[in-house]
Nanobody
């Protein structure tokens, strides 16, 4: 069992940056691949980025490639999402997710956090 808790959301002006964190509980964190998703009002949840257990494999959605960076610190049981050059369209609830299969963390994660709100003002 992996429990996830996001933090770092908030209000930021367009063009600004935010760094989200996701702290995981449990000794199995290092065996899990991790991802970030978001869901805007009235829209489906959208995959953003995934990172494998040791950080050697990373995948980004085209919508955030070049602006967002996913990383992880296994010593701290934490993953991060650095978000730069934010637009109002990036406004959403951001979720971290986990699965022990790398492809599945991108499409059908097993574990989810509760989400953190990111609002980008114009």
């Amino acid at each position: 069992q992996v429990q996830l808790a996001e933090s770092g959301g908030g209000l930021v002006q367009a063009g600004g940056s935010l760094r989200l964190s996701c702290a995981a509980s449990g000794r199995t964190f290092i065996t899990h691949h991790m991802g970030w998703f978001r869901q805007a009002p009235g829209k489906e949840r959208e995959f953003l980025a995934a990172i494998n257990w040791n950080g050697n494999s990373i995948v980004y959605a085209d919508s955030v490639k070049g602006r967002f960076t996913i990383s992880r610190d296994n010593a701290k049981n934490t993953i991060y999402l650095q978000m730069n050059s934010l637009f109002p369209k990036d406004t959403a609830v951001y979720y971290c997710a986990a699965h022990y299969v790398f492809t599945d963390v991108q499409t059908k994660p097993r574990y989810w956090g509760q989400g953190t709100q990111v609002t980008v003002s114009s």
